[in-house]
C-alpha cells in the first residue's frame, strides 16, 4: 500500500486535530514540570500548517513536510518550534521529490526527524524528552522492515514503541530543557513533548489503519 | 482568571499596540512578524543589540528599547521563546552597518531560535555575535541540566552593553562585554505565589496559603524547593546567601566563533563573589508584589552584604524582569568594576529604566 | 497573607529604612516622627512642598520625593493617614524660607490631620498653605459624602507643581496651580482583587473568581459597584467615559485664607471634558496586574479619546499610585494646557518617577 | 462617689485593655465599610495612652485627658485620630485643674468631647459616624442628671444610650468618612467609630460599677 501526497495532507490535517483536541492535556502536563505552554504552542504550530497546506496540494512529499516545518519554526517558538521543525524539515529532504511513499520511506522519515532532533537540541536518550518516545519508534520501524512488515503494521508498532517510550519518561529525571530545572522533582511525571511525539506518530498510524 | 485582558490570545498583540500608541518616541513595533524596535533605528554606524524571549515579563524585553539599551527586541508568546523569523526580520531592520549582537536567555527554547536566526541572518549576509546569559544559581550544575537559566543578570548586561554600544564599541568588544557581565553576575528567585498563563485560563501551581517556592526561574514554572513561609529577611538570606557563597560555576557554551564561521563550544568560567568586591545590587519584583515590600528585602540585602564584605555601589529595585502577576521577587548581585560603572551610569531612555536623559 | 515582609506592624518602618539606605542621593528618611525628604533639603529659597498619607500607594509620596517634585512625604501606617507631628515637624525640616504647600487627598482622615499640622506650622511661623485634590468620579456627589477621594491627579499635581516650585512660583501661584490641576484631572478606578492590609492579615474583602468592583479609591475598600468580570476593552470604557461623560463638579472646600489667616469654604467647580481638549492619559496599575496588561488598557483608551474629540499629548502609565498588590487599575485624565505641558516635561529626580536629568 | 485621677488613670487603662480586646471586631467592621484599620489605629494610640501615663500621675484630671487626647493625635492617624485626640483634649480642657470629678463633671466631659468630634469632623446626627453613639450619651446624662442621678446610674444610661445609638447606625446611609463612598452599599453595617465610642463610654460605666 503506497501513501499518497493526499494522504500525506490528510495525517497532516488530522495531526492537528489531535493536538488541538490534546491541547489542554498538553499544557497539563507542561504545567507539572515545565511553563504550561505545550499544548498552545503545538496548537498554534498546527493550525499555522494548515494555513499553509492549500499552497502545497500539488507539491511532492518532500515539499509538503518541508513547509510544515517551516510553518512550526515560525510560528511555535519555544524549545518544540526548532525541534519539530526540524524535524518535520529533515523529514521532507529525506523524502524529496516523491510522490508515494512505501514503507521504508516511513523508516527515512522517521530517522531523518530523530537526527534532526538531536542535532538541534543534543538530547540522549532517557533525558526526559521527546527523544525517547521518538527513538522507540525508529528502532522498531527498523526491526519491522527487516522482517518484511508492510505500512500499516510498520506504523502501528511504531506508535506502540512511542507509546511505551511516552510512559517510560515518568520516572525519569530530566536533564534537557526546562524540566531539568526541576532536578528530583521532575520525577514522576510524564513529559509534555514526549506525549505529542507520540501522537504524531500515533496519528500516522491511524491514517494508515483506515486506508487499509 | 483575573486579568485586564481581552481574548487570551491576543494579549501579546495588543500589548504591542498599547506601546506602540503610547510611546512613539521612544519605539516603534512592527507586526508579522511581531518585534519591537528604536524610533530612530536604524542608527548608523552603531552595533545593533536584540534580545527578546517570551512576553510576561515585562518591561523586559519591549520596555528595554531604547537609547542607551536595546535596538529591538523580540517577544515570543506568554512565556514562549519567539521564533527565528522574528529575530531575523529585526536584524535586518535595526542593523546599523555595524553587526548585530544577540543576547540571549539560557533557556532551551530560546537558545534554539536564536541560533537558527544567527545562521539565517549571516546567510543573508548580516555579521551576528550571539550571547547567553546564564545566572541563575537556583540551578547548581550544568551537566544534569540545561545549565542555568538567563534571568536577573539579564537586565543589567542589556543596560551595560546598550551603554557600550551607544559609546562606539565594536561587535567583537560588545560581544566581550555582555560575557563579562554574565559571569560575573549572578541571580536567586523565589515565588509567594504562581501566575496564571492568559492562554492557560488557570495558575501554573498551586502554592498553599502557608508555603513558599525558592530557586524559581520566571516562568511561573514551580522552583527548587518548596518550604514554608519565611520572613522576609529569612528570605532575603537565602537567596543572597546563594548567590555570594556560590562556587566557581564552569559551563561549556555554545558561541558563534566568526572567525571559523560556525557555532563552537566555548567553556566559560564564574569567579566567586570574594570580600572586596563592589556590586550593583538588584532587588527585583516578580511582579505583583507590593511595592512597600521591596525595600525590606533591600534593607536586608545591603546588611548581609557588609557582613560578607561586598560593597553595594549602585542598585536597582523594581519590576524589571517579571513573571507576569506572580508574588515573589528575585536578588541579582553584579561585581562591578570602572568600566561597568561608567556604562551603567551613562543616558538610557527606554520605556522601562531611563536616567540622564 | 502572602508577603515579603517580617512583622507586620514593622511593614512601614522598615520600608522607609530600606529607602534611606538605597537612595540616599535622593532622600533623607527622618523617624520618630516619620518623614522622607529631599537629600539636599531645605532647598533656600523655594516653596517647600510636602504630600503625604498612609502607606501602601508606594511609589506615592516617598518615592515621589525629590528634585522637580515633592520636598517631603509623611507616610501613615497602611492606609490610615499620618498624624500631624510628622506633617508639622517636616514642614520645619524642608521649609526654605519661602513657605510650604501641603497637598492633600480628599480622605476625611488626611484632611483633619493636615488642617491639624497646618495650624501648630502656622502657630510656629510658617507660612503654610494647603490645597486638597479630589479627583475620583466615583463618587457622584459631595452632599451625600465626603466628597470625591483623592487619587490619580495627585500624581500628576505633584509632577506639575513641583516643577513650577523649582522654576521659583511663589507659595501663592503655586497654590493656584495645584488647584487648577485638580479641577482639570478626574480618574476613575477598579478593581479585580482586594488586598490585603499587613496588620489585618486577610483580604479586605472577597470578590468571587468573576467578579470584580467598580468605582474603588485606593484603600483596598470595596467600591461603588460590584459587577461581573468584563474584558479590558469593556473595562476601560466604563472607566474612560466616567471621567469624559462626567459632568461639572462643584462643591464646597475648606482652605486656608492667607489674609483672613483662617480656614474659610471655598466652592470649586471642576469643568467637564470637551472636544478638542488635549489631555495626559494616566492608566495606573493597582499594584498587582502584570505589566503587560497595561498597554491593552492604554490602547483602547486612546481609541475612546480619539472618538471623543480628546487629544492624548502625554501619557503615564504604571504603578503610579497602588493599593498594595491589588490586582485592577484606574485611569485619570488631566486637561493640559501650555503652562502644564511645559512643567509635566520638565526634569524630575525622584525614586519612581525620572526622566530630563 | 466622687472620681478620682487614680480612677481616671485606671480607666484609661482599662480603655486600653477593651480596645485591645476588640481591635480585631473593630478592623472587621471597618473591613466591611472603609479600609480595615479602625481596630488597629485605636489600639496603637490607647498603647501610645499607656506609654504617657507615668508622666501625668500626679496631674489633674484635665492634664490627664489632654495627655491621653495629645498621644492620640500623634499616634492614631486616620480619621480616628484627629477625632478621638481632639475630644479627649477638649473633655480635659473642660476639666481643666480637677482632681476629683463630680457627676456633672461627666456631662461636662462628654459634652466637650463631643463638641469636639463635631468642631473637627462636621458630622450631623445620623450621618453614621461616632457623633451617633455619643449624642445619645450626652442627652442622656444631661437628663440624668436634671433628675437627680449619681455617677453610677448617670454612665449606665450613658453606656445604655451609647450602645443603642451604635445599634442604630446599622441601617443609615454613610454620609461622612469613607464609609460614604459606599453609598447604598453603607446601610447594613454597624459604624466602626460608633462601636469604638460605645466601647469607651462603656467602660467608663463599668470602671464607676467596679468602684461602687
Ligand atoms: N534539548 C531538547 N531535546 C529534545 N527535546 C527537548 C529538548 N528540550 C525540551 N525538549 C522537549 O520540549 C518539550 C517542551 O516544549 P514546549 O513546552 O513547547 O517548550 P518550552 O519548554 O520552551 O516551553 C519538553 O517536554 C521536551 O520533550
Ligand atoms: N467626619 C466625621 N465625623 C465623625 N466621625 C467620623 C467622621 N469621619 C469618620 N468618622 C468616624 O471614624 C471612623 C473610622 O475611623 P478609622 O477607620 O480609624 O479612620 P479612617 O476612616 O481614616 O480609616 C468611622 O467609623 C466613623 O465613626
Ligand atoms: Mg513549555
Ligand atoms: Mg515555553
Ligand atoms: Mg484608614
Ligand atoms: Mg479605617
Known amino acids: 500500500m503506497a501513501i499518497t501526497t493526499v494522504d500525506v495532507l490528510n495525517c497532516l490535517r488530522q495531526m492537528a486535530d489531535v493536538i488541538h483536541e490534546n491541547k489542554e492535556y498538553l499544557t497539563d502536563l507542561d504545567s507539572a514540570i515545565g511553563d504550561a505552554d505545550h499544548g498552545i504552542n503545538m496548537d498554534r504550530g498546527f493550525q499555522a500548517i494548515l494555513k499553509k497546506l492549500p499552497s502545497v496540494e500539488d507539491k511532492d512529499a518532500g515539499t509538503i513536510l518541508k513547509t510544515a516545518g517551516m510553518a512550526l519554526v515560525s510560528s511555535v517558538g519555544g524549545a518544540a518550534g526548532p525541534l519539530y521543525g526540524t524535524a518535520f524539515m529533515q523529514a521532507g529532504m529525506a523524502i524529496a521529490g516523491k510522490y508515494e511513499l512505501e514503507a521504508e520511506d516511513l523508516l527515512a522519515i522517521l530517522d531523518a526527524a530523530l537526527k534532526g532532533v538531536i542535532m538541534r537540541g543534543r538530547a540522549n536518550l532517557a533525558d526526559k524528552t521527546m527523544v525517547d518516545a521518538i527513538t522507540p519508534a525508529v528502532n522498531v520501524i527498523r526491526e519491522a522492515l527487516g522482517n518484511g512488515a508492510g505500512t500499516v503494521e510498520v506504523l502501528e508498532q511504531a506508535a506502540a514503541a512511542a507509546k511505551k517510550g511516552m510512559k517510560d519518561t515518568i520516572p525519569m529525571l530530566a536533564k534537557k530543557g526546562r524540566a531539568s530545572y526541576l532536578g528530583e522533582r521532575s520525577i514522576g511525571h510524564q513529559d509534555p513533548g514526549a506525549t505529542s511525539s507520540y501522537l504524531l506518530i500515533n496519528t500516522m498510524a491511524e491514517m494508515a489503519r483506515v486506508k487499509e | ?357
Open chain 2, 1 to 357: 482568571m483575573k486579568k485586564l485582558i481581552n481574548k487570551p490570545e491576543d494579549v501579546v498583540k495588543e500589548e504591542l499596540e498599547g506601546l506602540a500608541l503610547a510611546y512613539p518616541d521612544i519605539v516603534k513595533v512592527h507586526f508579522d512578524p511581531d518585534y519591537v524596535y528604536r524610533a530612530d533605528a536604524p542608527v548608523k554606524g552603531k552595533v545593533a543589540l536584540i534580545s527578546g524571549g517570551g512576553s510576561g515579563h515585562e518591561p523586559m524585553h519591549g520596555g528595554l528599547v531604547g537609547l542607551g539599551m536595546l535596538d529591538g527586541a523580540c517577544p515570543g508568546q506568554v512565556f514562549t521563546s519567539p521564533t527565528p523569523d522574528q529575530m531575523l526580520e529585526a536584524a535586518k531592520m535595526v542593523h546599523g552597518g555595524a553587526g548585530v549582537l544577540y543576547i540571549v536567555k539560557n533557556y532551551t527554547g530560546d537558545v534554539m531560535n536564536f541560533e537558527m536566526a544567527a545562521d539565517m541572518a549571516r546567510s543573508e549576509g548580516i555579521r551576528v555575535l550571539s550571547i547567553l546569559i546564564d545566572d541563575d544559581t537556583a540551578v547548581k550544575d550544568s551537566t544534569w541540566t540545561a545549565g542555568r537559566r538567563g534571568v536577573g543578570t539579564t537586565v543589567l548586561a542589556e543596560k551595560i552593553v546598550g551603554a557600550a554600544a551607544e559609546k562606539g564599541y565594536d561587535l567583537k568588544k560588545l560581544a566581550d562585554l555582555c560575557r563579562k557581565v554574565n559571569i560575573n553576575g549572578r541571580s536567586m528567585g523565589m515565588a509567594l505565589t504562581s501566575c496564571t498563563v492568559p492562554m492557560a485560563g488557570k495558575p501554573t501551581f498551586d502554592l498553599p496559603e502557608d508555603e513558599m517556592e525558592i530557586g524559581v526561574g520566571i516562568h511561573g514554572e514551580p522552583g527548587r524547593e518548596r518550604m514554608s513561609l519565611k520572613t522576609a529577611d529569612e528570605i532575603t538570606e537565602m537567596l543572597a546567601l546563594s548567590i555570594i557563597d556560590d562556587p566557581a560555576y564552569s559551563r561549556t557554551v555554545r558561541e558563534l566563533d566568526e572567525e571559523k564561521g560556525e557555532w563552537v563550544d566555548v567553556t566559560l568560567e564564574d569567579p566567586p563573589f570574594k570580600a572586596g568586591d563592589q556590586v550593583l545590587a538588584f532587588v527585583n519584583n516578580m511582579g505583583g508584589s507590593a511595592a512597600v515590600e521591596l525595600p525590606i528585602i533591600y534593607r536586608k540585602l545591603h546588611e548581609i552584604c557588609e557582613k560578607k564584605g561586598l560593597k553595594i555601589v549602585r542598585n536597582l529595585i523594581g519590576p524589571y524582569i517579571t513573571s507576569l502577576e506572580m508574588q515573589g521577587c528575585s536578588i541579582t548581585l553584579l561585581k562591578m568594576d570602572d568600566e561597568l560603572l561608567e556604562l551603567w551610569d551613562a543616558p538610557v531612555k527606554t520605556i522601562g529604566m531611563r536616567w540622564g536623559i
